[in-house]
């Protein structure tokens, strides 16, 4: 039968191992950290000082940067009192484009990009 070449050979073995060449046992998982333990009773403890934390600058209240899309777009439209529904017509990139230069402050925008250009 056909076998790969020495050279081609030397390249998968570069390549991560997936579960197809492994043996029985391997389990690639997903890259999840391992967060706590589960004790012998199957229950988990969370070990909190292995969970993530995320650190909010001080000063994002008054950071001159808005959200790409405008804060008065919503994605549901509302019909009463409580009562939302999904938009008829679909979003278009040119409709998108429109909302963005009409309500996305995207003067401000154009002024931090080109002070970063700038440095």
């Not at 070990?47 to 919503?74: G, H, I, M, Q, Y």
């Not at 994605?75 to 963005?100: A, H």
């Amino acid at each position: 039968m056909f076998k790969p070449t020495q050279c081609m050979l030397g390249r998968l073995r570069r390549l991560p191992l997936t579960t197809k060449q492994a043996r029985k046992g391997f389990y690639k998982g997903n890259g999840v950290g391992m967060l706590g333990t589960i004790d012998r009773y199957g229950r988990f403890t969370v070990d909190w000082n292995r969970v993530r934390t995320f650190v909010v600058p001080r000063d994002v209240d008054v950071c001159k940067l808005t959200p790409f899309v405008a804060e008065s777009k919503s994605k549901n439209e509302e019909i009463g009192d409580m009562e939302w529904q999904k938009p008829v017509e679909r979003l278009t990139g040119s409709k998108y484009l429109e909302w963005f230069k009409t309500d996305g402050n995207n003067e401000e925008y154009l002024e931090i990009q080109e002070e970063a250009t700038r440095r």
